[in-house]
């Protein structure tokens, strides 16, 4: 059956459509419990895989262990960020397209996402910042 679409037919979606309470919570469990899971294992990592010691964490601009002038572990833990954010980004346009309740699935699982990849993505710009502005042989240059 062909309906035809036009000015005539165009009528605008109600504000709630597309919205389900639950999953709106759901999708703020999982986002808090994957910016904490983030957050603690990036700690883990740098302590326990690059033996980066509990003082040099702290550090203006940014903590002295990210100077490494090779690949660390910390490294590879921020690539998987990057990967999983985008993975939030993709199932977010997957959900926007065939889920029940576009609106709560797409917004969750986009901005879960998005905070995930920007956060990895500053963390390791920041590295590179450091590793291009650390002293060679100590020399400052």
Do not use: C, K
């Not at 109600?14 to 703020?28: I, V």
């Not at 977010?92 to 990849?117: K, M, N």
């Not at 990895?120 to 502005?133: M, N």
């Amino acid at each position: 059956m062909d309906v035809p679409i036009g000015p005539d037919h165009d009528v605008p979606a109600e504000r709630d459509a597309g919205r389900n309470a639950p999953r709106e919570r759901r999708w703020g469990v999982i986002g808090g419990l994957t910016g904490s899971a983030f957050g603690v294992l990036a700690f883990v990592v740098a302590a326990r895989f690059d033996h980066a010691p509990l003082a040099d964490m702290i550090g203006s601009p940014y903590p002295p262990f990210l100077q490494a002038r090779r690949i660390l572990s910390f490294d590879w833990f921020l690539l998987s960020g990057l990967a999983v954010g985008s993975a939030f980004l993709v199932y977010g346009l997957v959900a926007l397209h065939t889920g029940r309740y576009p609106r709560s699935d797409a917004y969750g699982s986009v901005l879960t996402g998005a905070i995930l990849s920007a956060l990895s993505g500053a963390i390791l710009f920041t590295r590179l910042w450091a590793v291009l502005h650390a002293p060679l042989n100590g020399v400052a240059h």
